[in-house]
């Protein structure tokens, strides 16, 4: 059969416009899990198209946030037609809806999962259209959670302070009450809170029994909660039980206590008697002190570590 592109391509041009409706015809062109609100394309989402003699061959689709900012979930240019500045336009352009629709900003998130060509590509393209410089945002690590017990225990400076050390204690995750909701609502204004540590984020399969409660004279003031994984995306681990820890956080003052790290050491520790010293534990952790610490001092001990990047790009810069 006749490649359409190719056929189209001497007469016609590529268009770019804003879409809306039924717009499945694009559906080939962003992940599945994505795919169905093409059905019916509608605020929050947000999607700018590219056609060539109709054929679609290009879209940037993403979300409007109620805080005012744009979040652009994939952008996809048909392989036909790559290297020709089409990602650059659509990236341009997708900038340009959410401005129209009120929004101040807009946010590209991507992995290190992304094939290298594709991740480069991504970024030149975003780069050419007036976006800011990568940023890493988020590493995802994934390792064994007896070994990750051993190497805690180990650590001189934290070893010694596992165990209800300076009023602090690593309690059982019990339902929270209405102290504990009030404690959350003031640490949710301080320094280094982002949305997705408070402790009910995203939570699908909450796991209790490997979640931890950080608090002093009874007050939470911090926590790590475990989540069943859905699966370890590892080749030769895929049948391993595991647990997501997608959500920690410690009161700012308790920082450089050890308290954080003495939090996942018992939730590892819990993992390691519930699942097994083999099961995997998925951790996140976004704040930069953080990330270098885990890097540093836990470096050996991860199978595989995801990187996740986030591109940004205020409207301001388009305006000018
Ligand atoms: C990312 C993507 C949309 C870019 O589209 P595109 O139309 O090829 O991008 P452009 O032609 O506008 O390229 C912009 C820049 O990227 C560079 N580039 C393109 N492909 C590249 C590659 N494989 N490696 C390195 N740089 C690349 C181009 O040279 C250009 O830079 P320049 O203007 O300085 O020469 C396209 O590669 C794609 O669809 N990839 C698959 C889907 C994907 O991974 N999307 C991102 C995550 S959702």
Redesign the pocket.
């Known amino acids: 059969m006749a490649d359409p592109v190719a056929a189209a391509r001497p007469r016609s041009t590529v268009v770019l416009a804003p879409l809306a409706g039924n717009t499945s015809a694009y559906a080939g062109l962003t992940y599945p899990r994505l795919a169905p609100c093409l059905g019916a394309l509608a605020l929050p989402w947000l999607a700018v198209g590219a056609t060539l003699a109709g054929v679609p061959v ?1 879209l940037a689709l993403g979300t409007l946030g109620n805080d005012g900012e744009a979040l652009l979930l ?4 048909t392989p036909a ?10 990236l341009a352009a997708f900038a340009e809806a959410p401005a129209a629709a009120g929004a101040h900003r807009a946010a590209a998130a ?1 992995s290190s999962r ?2 290298a ?2 991740a ?3 970024v ?2 975003a780069t ?1 259209a007036g976006w800011g410089p990568p940023e890493l945002r988020e590493l995802i690590c994934f390792s064994e959670a007896g070994p990750m017990v051993e190497a805690v225990a180990r650590w001189p400076a934290v070893s010694g302070r596992l165990r209800d050390a300076e009023g602090v204690s690593f309690a059982p995750w019990r339902p929270l009450d209405a102290a504990d909701h009030a404690a959350i609502a003031a640490m949710a204004g301080g320094e280094g809170y982002v949305p997705h540590m408070h402790p009910d984020w995203s939570m699908a399969a909450p796991l209790p029994e490997c979640s931890v409660a950080v608090r002093r004279g009874g007050a939470l003031v911090g926590w790590v909660m475990a989540e069943q994984a859905a699966g370890v995306p590892l080749p030769g681990y895929r049948d391993r039980p595991a647990v997501t820890y997608r959500s920690a956080y410690l009161r700012p003052d308790l920082w450089h206590t050890g308290a954080l790290v003495g939090a996942y050491w018992h939730a590892f520790d819990r993992q390691a008697a519930l699942l097994g010293p083999q099961s995997i534990a998925i951790y996140h952790t976004c704040l930069p002190r953080m990330m270098a610490m885990v890097r540093r001092r836990f470096g050996p001990l991860h199978l595989k570590v995801d990187e996740a990047w986030e591109l940004r790009i205020t409207f301001r810069t388009l305006q000018k």
């Open positions: 290009g994939s952008v996809v240019v037609l790559r290297r020709q500045g089409f990602g650059r336009r659509l991507y992304l094939p060509g594709d480069a590509a991504l030149a393209a050419a």
